[in-house]
């Protein structure tokens, strides 16, 4: 199961997604506002992401 790292949102199709690569890994996200907020402050929402296993998918 994938979620937003920004709010936390289940992701269900990744295909339709949107999504950024940051540090090795795919981030994707239900809308393009948290895509913005993950973009300006990504460090924010990767520390969150690695304490909830959230958001991400590796290659």
């Given at each position: 199961?994938?979620h937003?790292p ?52 590796h290659?």
């Amino acid at each position: 199961m994938i979620h937003d790292p920004v709010c936390g949102m289940e992701i269900k199709d990744i295909n339709s997604a949107e999504k950024v690569e940051y540090k090795g890994n795919t981030y994707y996200f239900c809308t393009t506002l948290c895509k913005v907020q993950f973009e300006q402050d990504p460090e924010k929402y990767v520390k969150k992401d690695d304490d909830e296993h959230m958001g991400h998918h590796h290659h």
